[in-house]
């Protein structure tokens, strides 16, 4: 079936630091979604991308759909600890299916 | 407060005792599915309900049963379950039951151990 790829898989920041991360795919998608999973909980919407090229902001989280449409980018700048969690990308698939990256980890570092 | 409940949030079981994970939304969406956790493998989905009585398999549908008789719940039923079922497990929904035009929200999993 269709795969992304998402890097890193986990990632320790500290504090103030900038993150970034990214989601490949071998098939091209018209829509990327970014989400964020905190600990204990289910996957929140973070962005939607909908078209080739764009970049959206949602406060310090900045996404990007890349030109290619096979790919995408999620920056966070100055790392809070509330930004500690599982991101994962996902693209709907089909008439009825949404396909999830394996995930980044994000970690505080001590 | 718009939400998807799933229950219960932990069960332990043996190999091959039937259980039911059960999910509710209450923002009548059409839309609702089945996803299991894994380390390293992301999100993968088992089941899906475009609407009432319509369901239809993801990508990892063996082992497991669900139906969709009223448009608010979607339970999931393990017949016989395995030691390679433990997984956290997470119901979502949405609005349409086309292709994909709005946000899914997910419940808080349900973390299922089978021994």
């Known amino acids: 079936g269709q795969q992304l790829n998402q890097s890193p898989q986990s990632m320790f920041i500290q504090e103030g630091e900038d993150v970034s991360m990214n989601c490949t795919s071998s098939?091209?998608?018209?829509?990327w979604l970014w989400y964020k999973q905190d600990p204990g909980e289910g996957p929140v919407l973070l962005i939607a991308?909908?078209?080739?090229?764009e970049l959206t902001s949602n406060g310090r989280l900045t996404a990007q759909f890349g030109i290619t449409r096979k790919d995408s980018f999620l920056n966070i700048s100055a790392s809070i600890p509330s930004d500690v969690g599982i991101y994962f990308c996902a693209a709907p698939w089909g008439a009825s299916k949404i396909i999830f990256g394996s995930g980044t980890r994000l970690s505080i570092r001590p | 407060e718009a939400q998807v409940t799933q229950n219960p949030r932990y069960l332990i079981t043996v190999t091959g005792k039937k259980l039911t994970v059960t999910c509710s939304q209450n923002m009548n969406h059409e839309y609702m599915s089945w996803y299991r956790q894994d380390p390293g493998l992301g999100l993968r989905q088992i089941y899906y309900s475009m609407n009432v009585e319509v369901t239809d398999k993801g990508d990892v549908p063996e082992g497991y049963k669900v139906s969709r008789k009223e448009k608010r719940n979607f339970p999931l039923i393990l017949e016989s379950p395995s030691p390679n079922q433990t997984s956290l497990y997470f119901c979502?929904?949405?609005?349409?039951?086309?292709?994909?035009?709005?946000?899914?929200?997910f419940g808080n999993g349900t973390r299922l151990t089978v021994t």
């Open positions: 991308l909908y078209k080739a090229g």
């Open positions: 979502a929904s949405r609005h349409g039951q086309g292709p994909y035009n709005s946000p899914l929200h």
């Open positions: 098939s091209i998608f018209n829509t």
